[in-house]
């Protein structure tokens, strides 16, 4: 049952209806955020992913969002091999031109081209982040529901308790900081 309103919402939603905006941002607000996001698209590895994504306890069904999803690499391991339904946010409409082309595969899925720090988290039973602290710090994590899990690599997650983890593949170290909402 779960899983099916999970799977109606991501399919009948449209990005107005999703999104949570105070105030709209002006043109130059648009165009720093757009300059900002251009210089430091960086994906993670694979590898890194699978980490991540191992680390927490999916199951299908559940709503994984990735904010700043870049490619969308992490949506479409999430839903491809743990069966999540998955949303995507990207400001950057390069990247998330990318994103939804590699998600075209997938079952369950919406990407968004919008500011991920305007919306609310109160859907999502994971959020996955790979983003500098100072733009964490703007997300709305107080929004999230109890027992609801952010995981960031490489990056402590700002003003949230959270727990270090670095995990071994293939020679590779990867950090990861994960908070679970009590």
């Known amino acids: 049952m779960r899983q099916e309103a999970h799977r109606q919402w991501l399919i009948m939603t449209g990005q107005t209806q999703t999104q949570v905006a105070t105030r709209v941002p002006t043109e130059s607000e648009k165009k720093l955020a757009m300059?900002?996001?251009?210089?430091?698209?960086?994906?993670?590895?694979?590898?890194?992913?699978?980490?991540?994504?191992?680390?927490l306890d999916l199951k299908p069904g559940q709503l994984v969002y990735d904010l700043g999803c870049g490619d969308g690499r992490i949506l479409?391991?999430?839903?491809?091999?743990?069966?999540?339904?998955?949303?995507?946010?990207?400001?950057?409409?390069?990247?998330?031109?990318?994103?939804v082309e590699n998600l075209?595969?997938?079952?369950?899925?919406?990407?968004i081209?919008?500011?991920?720090?305007?919306?609310?988290?109160?859907?999502?039973?994971?959020?996955?982040?790979?983003?500098?602290p100072d733009v964490m710090d703007k997300m709305r994590f107080s929004t999230l529901k109890p027992g609801a899990s952010v995981?960031?690599?490489?990056?402590?997650?700002?003003?949230?308790?959270?727990?270090?983890?670095?995990?071994?593949?293939?020679?590779?170290?990867?950090?990861?900081?994960?908070?679970?909402?009590?």
């Open 35 to 55: 300059k900002k996001a251009n210089e430091t698209f960086s994906p993670m590895p694979q590898q890194a992913v699978y980490a991540m994504l191992g680390l």
């Open 151 to 182: 995981i960031s690599y490489n990056h402590d997650i700002p003003n949230l308790p959270t727990d270090k983890v670095t995990c071994e593949l293939e020679g590779k170290t990867y950090t990861f900081y994960i908070h679970k909402k009590k």
């Open 113 to 132: 081209n919008a500011d991920a720090t305007k919306y609310n988290l109160e859907e999502a039973d994971v959020v996955t982040l790979y983003m500098y």
């Open 104 to 111: 075209q595969d997938c079952v369950g899925w919406r990407v």
């Open 76 to 99: 479409k391991t999430a839903n491809q091999v743990y069966s999540c339904s998955v949303l995507g946010i990207e400001i950057n409409p390069n990247t998330y031109k990318l994103a």
